[in-house]
């Protein structure tokens, strides 16, 4: 049997997995704002020069810019430039993190479950898209590393979320 004590232990680190989940979104929104901003500005201003464009073989506005900055370099691919589905990545970026916050509000452990997975298929699309930068656009991208980041740390966070949550499950049941 968990006494209070260790109850509200298990509570309070819930909350802080969850307040770090809703952090590290916040920031992953911000970096595909950062991202969708660049290339628009490179597309309105060829000479635009992104905080990130460090050095030729260090730019970011050289991959948002690329044909794999939009669809994942995919959708161009299969329905053509022009298709409404070839956004930016950064467009399904934003609404990933959204996501990924609004299934956060809930004390569910099926979501939790579903956030985790969606998460967890999340660094799928980071090492395609890493593979792209390394190998094939031969570039470094900080932005793009960073996302990467934010995403393994949700996972570390989406799996250590629903650890609590069966945790917090096991001690109401008892």
């Known amino acids: ?3 209070h004590k260790g109850r509200q232990a298990v509570v309070g680190n819930y909350r802080k997995i969850r307040l770090a989940m809703m952090l590290l979104a916040f920031i992953g929104i911000g970096l595909s704002l950062y991202a969708l901003y660049v290339e628009v500005m ?3 201003d060829a000479a635009y020069q992104a905080m990130c464009d ?3 073989s260090i730019s970011c506005s050289k991959v948002f810019t690329s044909k794999y900055g939009r669809g994942f370099g995919i959708i161009g691919e299969l329905l053509g430039d022009d298709h409404i589905m070839n ?3 950064s467009i399904p970026g934003i609404i990933f993190y959204s996501l990924i916050i609004v299934l956060g ?3 569910s452990l099926k979501v939790a479950k579903v956030q985790r997975t969606v998460i967890s ?3 799928l699309m980071s090492a395609y898209l890493a593979y792209l930068l390394y190998f094939v656009l031969k ?3 900080v932005v793009c590393v960073s996302t990467y980041i ?3 740390l949700l996972t570390t966070l989406a799996f250590m979320r629903v650890s609590a949550l069966q945790r917090l499950s096991k001690i109401k049941t008892k």
Do not use: G
């Open 139 to 141: 570039d470094f991208c």
């Open 1 to 3: 049997m968990v006494d």
């Open 42 to 44: 490179k597309e309105s």
């Open 121 to 123: 298929l999340s660094n």
């Open 87 to 89: 956004q930016p990545n």
């Open 54 to 56: 460090i050095s030729p």
């Open 105 to 107: 509000e809930t004390k």
């Open 150 to 152: 934010v995403n393994i």
